[in-house]
Structures are given as C-alpha cells and as structure tokens.
C-alpha cells in the first residue's frame, strides 16, 4: 500500500481565499478507530473503516465517486465492503453524489431519523434564513469556486436543496439512531446534532477521541463553529453537547482540513457577524 492515498484536488482559489488551504487526502488511526479523508469537489468524504466494512459519511458530487472507488482501492477493500453511504445532513454540497455511490457500489443509503421523515415528505427541512445564507457566498469561491458537473444538475439537484424531494433510488437501509450500536463499525456512536441543519448528524469514536462532526465545524479559517444556523437555540445545544463529550481529540469537519489536539472542539472560534 502506498504511504499516502490518491492526492486530492488542490484549487488554486481555495489556497489562496483559505488560510488553512484545502483539505488534504489523509488516513487517520488511533485506539482501533480508522477514518480515511477523501476531499469531494465540495465537502470532505469520510470514510469509516470498519474490521470487515467501510461507510461513508457525505458524497457532495457525483464527480466525487471516482475518487472515493480510488480511496477504497487504496485501502485494499473492494468497492462491494462499502456496507452504506450516509449524508450529514441533506444540503446538497453533501447529498448530490451520495445516491450515485451507493448505486456504484451496492450500497445502502442510510439516513438519521430527521433526514428520513423528510424523504418521506413526512417533516419539511429548515433553511438558514435569508440574510445569514448571504454569508455563504464568500465559502465558495473559498473552496475553490467548484461549478456542478453535469450529472449533480441533471439528478443531483434533487436532493440537498429547498425544492428537492430527496427520493433515493439506492436501497434505503435502516435509519442511523442516536444510541443504538453501529453494527460492523465497534465504538461509533451516532449523534443528533440540529442546529446547523435540522436533520444534522455527526459519528463519535469515544475511544479513538474522533468526531465526524459534519456541517456542524468547519475549517476554513482554522476551525470554526459553523455560523450557518437554521435554528441558534438548537445549534447552541448542539454545541454544548459537543464540547461535553469524553474524548475528542480528532474532529473531521465537513469542509476545510482535519483539526487536530487535545480538546481540539473548546479552542474552535465563534465567527463574528460580518465574517463569511
Ligand atoms: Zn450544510
């Protein structure tokens, strides 16, 4: 096996808007726990490896799915131990190629409890209101000002955004639910984490101090709090059930590179309003 994993997109724009430059393609191991980073065209792909199977948490494109088969190659495992394929949370710059792997592969798609009434068109989603969404613009040319290929307009759009209906053609698994076991994958745990999205989810490793925290933390500007709220009181819980738990001391954000050290969540900063 090679020492590094297949490299990831570098854009220009995203090394020069970001301080902490673009995410990097990295295997990261400690205390039984294995994650492997593979940076999307617009949100990191994680993937979980398990003793015998692997999940993935967030496909932002159908472009990505080339490279995440590339990253499961690197690992050894063929594409078929990819057990399911999860969105944080259904916004499209990490839902639009998550319908595509799992098809590539044979996977499941896996969806939180929230995420799975939505999909049903039990339970509407909501947005960050109007004026905060302004402050996503600038994050974007900050990732490197990625357009869609064509395949996230032609199907891509229908999950992730206000008017998608999130209707997965992939083989709906078993709703991920916070406090049961994740079987095959010993130690994850699964959160609910709304405030960023109402149907956020994150993967806690209590035992390896790692945090698959989704939209929730971001790193574009060396570890953030996401300011993007769909509900303050709700990210405000989140978050303070974030920083109380055991053992975090690898959190992978959604965007932007892995953040690293002890207690690694107390030392992420609050934006100030006019910040992006
Ligand atoms: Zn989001």
Redesign the pocket.
Known sequence: MATSPPPAPRPLLARLLTPVGPPEARLHERDGAAVLAVPGRYSVTYLVIGPERVAAVDVGSSADVPRVLEALAWLGRPASSLAWVTPS?L?F??AMGVDALARATGAEVRLGRVALEASQGRRRLRWPPGLPLIRMIPTWPMQGMPFLPLADWREGLDFGVPWGKNRFRARLGAPLLEGEPLAGFPGWEVLETPG??DDALALHHAGAGFLIAG?TVRNFLGGEW?P?RCDARDFARTKARLLALGRVETAFP?HGPVLEGERVLARLNDLPWWCP
Do not use: F, W
């Open positions: 949370h916004h710059d990490h960023h999205a939209d996401n993007l959604a």
